[in-house]
């Protein structure tokens, strides 16, 4: 019942890209926000909120995911479960209203994209739940989640993305360094969620290959 090791450098990895993106919101102070804030009454205090929950998401969500709690602690997995559940709605519904503080088409887009695929895996993931379908509610929950750490992928994703931008371009940047870091972060979303659907979509298939 020994975790794989490469679920906590997930884990590692996984806060140590999101903790520093996170800590200037949690200063409050919309003047340190690194997105456009085009309303500080509603945007600012929104996106905040979302970003708080989407953490309570992200870690209970890979607390889920251990065998030992799962097993010997049922009642704590679904503590846990409830907990990931309400986060991914609260932050989910909350990221549906900041998708039209996007400035860019391309980019809200993709995060729509996101919040309702969040949303949808998530509330399947529960129904089957709560029908006691737990084979079903097993694989939704793994979805899900490979919703949620969309969010890292998307980061961890941009370097590469910004080297193909000077490969595609014949090793030049033709409209200058910002506008490259521009293009980036208008489709990272799109290419950390198509690189998790893949391999969550793999991952399910070998479980399913495995019982058969
Ligand atoms: C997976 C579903 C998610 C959706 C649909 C979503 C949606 C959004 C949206 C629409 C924004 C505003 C972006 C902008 O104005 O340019 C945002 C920002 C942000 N979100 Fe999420 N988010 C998700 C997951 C997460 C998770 C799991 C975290 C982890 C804690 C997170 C942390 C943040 C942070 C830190 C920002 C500020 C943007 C920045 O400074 O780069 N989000 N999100």
């Not at 804030?37 to 992200?58: E, G, R, Y």
């Not at 969309?150 to 993305?161: N, Q, T």
Request: proline letters at 3%; aromatic letters at 14%; a positive charge.
């Amino acid at each position: 019942m020994k975790q794989k090791r490469s679920w906590w450098i997930l884990f590692i990895v996984s806060l140590g890209v999101m903790i520093p993106f996170m800590l200037p919101y949690l200063t409050l102070d919309p003047a340190r926000a690194r997105v456009a804030i085009a309303s500080k009454n509603i945007q600012f205090p929104l996106l905040v909120t979302h970003i708080i929950f989407a953490f309570i998401a992200l870690v209970t969500g890979f607390l889920q995911f251990i065998e030992r709690i799962r097993i010997q602690y049922p009642k704590l997995h679904r503590y846990l479960g409830r907990a990931y559940v309400i986060s991914v709605f609260i932050s989910g519904l909350l990221a549906l209203v900041v998708v039209f503080y996007v400035e860019n088409f391309t980019k809200a887009l993709a995060f729509l994209a996101l919040t309702m695929v969040w949303l949808v895996t998530c509330w399947k993931g529960y129904r089957y739940a709560m029908k006691g379908q737990f084979k079903e509610h097993r694989i939704w929950m793994i979805r899900s989640f490979g919703i949620t750490l969309v969010a890292v992928s998307a980061r961890i994703v941009v370097p590469l993305l910004l080297l193909s931008y000077f490969l595609l371009n014949g090793l030049t940047i033709p409209g200058g360094r910002e506008q490259m870091v521009e293009e980036v972060l208008n489709v990272n979303i799109w290419v950390g969620l198509l690189l998790n659907f893949i391999i969550v979509e793999w991952i399910i298939l070998k479980k399913v290959d495995a019982v058969k």
